[in-house]
């Protein structure tokens, strides 16, 4: 077995493949760039060293600086996690050529599966069921794809030949779409896998994505781990996976795990690697992809056959056989895992950055929840990679014990700081078309009015609005104290005494209330609201949590301001509450700012479609945004004539920073 292994990734994969070598005694070597210095997997490694500058391109995707520190660092092997250079032939072969065991397949299998349009043509000369569409590699031309598009007939799928994830892909539905989404299709499989190459194919309507976890040793070996149901998704990103599907019969996943064995052995396969397929409503499979690397959920597939995939990745690459042939693996009960993002289901998940301020884990919940978390309280969400911030799996007996119990596991995650996707996945879990199992992977679409939060009532909006406020007290009055030495113990109040109208803002509705000293009273603050009064006394402690005192009652809340937007987790779910600072109001309304639009999230202006003078309509694409690894497009909010461009092509913005402004 190896002595030392260098780790090729960050973040929670990185953590994870620690875990594991910690297990077999082997030593790690971390890299990182200059955003992750500080990173939970750099501080877990033995050893760190520096890769590159924070972009990408510069440092995880750099592979003659990932050889050099292997070299430097005297690792015997590399790790490469899952994203990045995992299903890159040249890296690959790049660590084979410096004398080193690349932990994986061998640089012929990732080539010849690591094409989408390579792996169909393949695929269907060794009698593997594909679906039609068009996957030539040397015919690229628009107009060729164009041309294929109409004879398959729409919709149709796009899909980026070179790596996963939903980069580059983009579901067209008429032709008259096609080219400018096969543009931004390009765009964004360019810029997250340095290929622009597409393949095209018939959409199914109410498909489900199945895949098969295999396995291959150096020995001729090769297995199957049975299958994952990954049909929840959005914008063809998974979301929630689980082992093993309710619609798999054991008829039908003993031939899918036939062929995927097959499509392994017929390319050389070894190490891990995932067959993914698409299946209708009938129950006929066909081949997607061939995924040549570990995958995100392949926690699931560990809980049900109680192996650590991981581990078996080191003894494969170490040259040891297979520790167990396909009659020694079974399926024991069942398990889910949802991924926790920092995106906002609410703004068609638009991916969020920031500083988690408040952090709460569900660790202590139940022994068969597991948590993959690299993140930690202070640690930053950057826009240069992906938005994936922890995962958390459970374990049972029965579905629905495993639904109960990740549902109560997120029930108990508090993720404070950056917007997250946490309360959206417990709706997913309580919704009966998940809970029956009858699923498909347009169930995010079709259920999204019942999954996406919808405006609380009137007294939780007042009970959000009241913690809003005294959040904004508490946090004045800490201010006071620490710039003024005469304002101790609230004794020196100056003008805390007269009474104060405070405007709080949820959605577009807006919320008012009165709030003063109270001198007669041990709870100093009185505070009214629709004719109601609550006297109270708050405090607030370093980590985030807001304590609330009244006469008969003390409770607590964890509670984190961005800006003027004011976060809070309330009964599990997490809200927005914006104050309405008046002489930000008085100064907007001094410069005369009628129609402006901002940035929805930080990122990289890599396209600009109007200039000044330009007359456009309501939903006109302005420009594209490129926020982790995703492009996103910034539509005109209404019609009008675009006054100024304050943007500029190439330029990293920061949320609410103006991109273009109208004229009034």
């Not at 920092?342 to 139940?366: C, I, M, Q, T, W």
Request: contains cysteine; hydrophobic residues 40%.
């Amino acid at each position: 077995m190896f002595q030392k292994v260098l780790i090729a990734n960050r973040g929670e994969i990185a953590c994870r493949i620690i875990e594991t070598a910690r297990k077999l005694n082997i030593k790690t070597v971390a890299i990182y760039s200059d955003a992750d210095k500080n990173a939970k997997h750099v501080q877990m490694a033995d050893f760190a060293y520096w890769v590159g500058e924070t972009p990408a391109r510069q440092s995880y995707l750099n592979i003659d600086n990932i050889i050099n520190v292997l070299l430097k660092s005297g690792a015997e092997a590399i790790h490469p996690g899952y994203g990045f250079l995992s299903e890159n032939a040249s890296f690959a072969k790049a660590v084979l050529d410096a004398k080193r065991i690349f932990i994986g397949p061998p640089p012929s299998a990732i080539q010849a599966m690591g094409s989408k349009i390579e792996a169909k043509r393949l695929m269907e000369k060794a009698g593997v069921p594909i679906l039609p569409g068009h996957h030539r590699v040397d015919q690229q031309d628009d107009k060729i794809l164009l041309a294929a598009a109409d004879k398959i007939g729409f919709p149709v799928l796009i899909k980026a030949a070179a790596g996963g994830g939903g980069k580059g892909m983009r579901r067209v539905d008429q032709a008259t779409d096609f080219l400018s989404a096969l543009a931004s299709a390009r765009r964004e499989a360019k810029a997250a896998f340095g290929d622009d190459a597409v393949l095209v194919e018939k959409y199914l309507l109410s498909p489900r994505h199945i895949e098969i976890q295999v396995f291959a040793d150096q020995h001729g070996n090769a297995v199957h781990l049975f299958e994952r149901e990954c049909s929840i998704q959005r914008r063809h990103q998974k979301v929630l996976e689980e082992a093993p599907s309710v619609l798999v019969t054991p008829k039908l996943r003993q031939e899918m795990g036939q062929v995927a064995i097959n499509a392994a052995k017929a390319v050389g396969y070894q190490g891990a690697g995932t067959v993914e397929f698409i299946v209708d409503q009938q129950g006929r499979f066909y081949f997607m992809e061939m995924n040549t690397r570990l995958q995100v959920e392949h926690r699931v597939t560990e809980k049900i056959t109680g192996q650590d995939l991981v581990e078996w990745q080191f003894l494969v690459a170490a040259g040891y056989q297979l520790p167990l042939n396909q009659s020694q693996l079974t399926i024991n009960g069942h398990s889910i895992q949802a991924r926790v993002y920092a995106e906002d289901p609410d703004r068609d998940f638009l991916p969020s950055s920031g500083e988690v301020r408040y952090l709460k884990l569900p660790n202590h919940v139940h022994s068969n929840i597991l948590v993959d978390s690299t993140i930690r309280q202070g640690d930053a969400v950057t826009i240069h990679y992906d938005p994936m911030i922890m995962k958390v799996v459970s374990w049972a007996k029965s579905r629905d014990e495993a639904i109960r119990l990740l549902w109560s596991a997120l029930d108990h995650t508090v993720v404070l700081g950056v917007t997250n996707n946490v309360n959206f996945l417990k709706q997913v879990l309580k919704h009966p078309v998940f809970v029956k199992g009858t699923i498909d992977t347009h169930f995010i679409q079709q259920h999204r009015d019942q999954l996406i939060s919808v405006l609380p009532e009137p007294a939780l909006l007042e009970k959000l609005t009241f913690i809003a406020a005294a959040s904004l007290l508490e946090k004045r009055c800490r201010a006071l104290i620490e710039t003024n030495p005469w304002f101790q113990g609230y004794d020196w109040r100056m003008n805390y005494v007269q009474p104060e109208t405070l405007t709080f803002k949820f959605h577009e509705q807006q919320f008012h209330l009165t709030v003063r000293w109270n001198e007669n009273s041990q709870l100093p603050w009185l505070i009214t609201i629709n004719q109601h009064q609550f006297l109270i006394h708050i405090t607030a402690d370093e980590s985030g949590l807001l304590y609330i005192e009244s006469a008969t009652d003390k409770w607590s809340v964890p509670v984190n301001w961005n800006g003027n937007d004011c976060h809070i987790c309330l009964d599990g779910k997490n809200y927005k509450i914006g104050w309405v600072d008046p002489l930000t109001v008085a100064a907007s309304e001094d410069v005369g700012i009628i129609g402006r639009l901002a940035a929805p999230m930080p990122g990289k202006i890599t396209q600009i479609f109007v200039k000044a003078g330009d007359k456009v309509e309501k939903s006109t694409p302005l420009a594209i945004l490129e926020a982790m690894k995703m492009e996103h497009t910034i539509r005109s909010p209404a019609s009008g004539v675009i006054a100024e461009i304050t943007c500029k092509l190439g330029q990293f913005v920061q949320e609410n920073t103006v991109l273009i402004k109208f004229q009034e």
